[in-house]
């Protein structure tokens, strides 16, 4: 069944629910990286640019080692609001090319503070247990907000023609909370629902949606469901705000 698309006007609203928070090596087994001597280590991306209280900090690159064997950091060297900064913050392995680091108490309490703008550079460290050795990545410059909450900012709304219940409708903007333990962005939607060969235009009554992201990492681009809980199942118009 149907849904005829109406016009929308946009506002979003986001929850935020704060959660615990904020190089390689040689011969092993195949949990390690079997070798002859100490691969290199490289650090191509740390996302997401800006982070709040149980957020995820994804790490990307290679030569990464099993915890079975070796203890992985992320070392940042530079300055959080001006002021000089050198922390390394424990990683968890999840591939040999990831790895996560998530902003528990604990490891915000290696913060001078849970806000501030960090601009510097990053290095993924790795200490390999059966030799004492320690490995690290070449510095990456980046830049990495640290804030209580974010505030989600909508540039765009994309609906139109013809929907069906539960269909994907597309949201452009900023801010967006990634889920799991960081919160979730939710859409709000209201306005009032014209049934096919009726003359009246039902009021809606608000209904919230988790927005979800397209990509885990990025805050710009999410999608929700137009749910049957906004205006059923049945064919008609639906006209209001989100």
């Known amino acids: 069944m ?17 959660s615990p928070l904020l190089t ?27 982070v709040v209280p149980g957020s995820k900090i994804v790490i990307k690159g290679d ?30 392995f999840v591939d040999f090319d990831e790895l996560q680091v998530v902003l528990t108490p604990d490891v915000l309490a290696l913060l001078p503070g849970p806000v501030g703008s960090f601009m510097g550079t990053a290095q993924v460290t790795i200490d ?46 900023d801010g967006l909370l990634l889920g799991g333990g960081e919160g979730s962005t939710l859409a709000r939607v209201e306005g009032c629902f014209q049934a096919v060969d009726t003359d009246v235009c039902t009021p809606v009554a608000p209904a919230e949606v988790i927005v979800v992201p397209v990509d885990p990492l990025d805050r710009t681009r999410a999608t929700f469901p137009f749910s049957p809980k906004i205006a059923g199942i049945h064919p008609g118009n639906f006209v209001g705000t989100v």
């Open 128 to 173: 390999y247990r059966p030799t004492a050795t320690r490995v690290a990545s070449p510095p990456l410059p980046i830049t990495l907000t640290l804030t209580d909450t974010l505030e989600p900012l909508l540039a765009d709304l994309q609906v139109g023609g013809e929907i069906y219940v539960n269909d994907a409708i597309a949201v452009e903007g």
């Open 24 to 50: 390689a090596c040689p011969e092993d087994d195949d949990r390690g990286r079997p070798d002859a001597g100490l691969e290199a280590v490289t650090l191509l991306e740390v996302a997401p640019g800006a």
């Open 2 to 18: 149907s849904l005829l698309g109406g016009r929308f006007s946009l506002a979003l609203v986001a929850s935020l629910v704060a």
């Open 63 to 92: 030569g990464f080692l099993d915890p079975s064997v070796a203890d992985s950091y992320l070392s940042l060297n530079g300055t959080l609001d001006g002021a000089s900064l050198v922390v390394a913050l424990p990683a968890t």
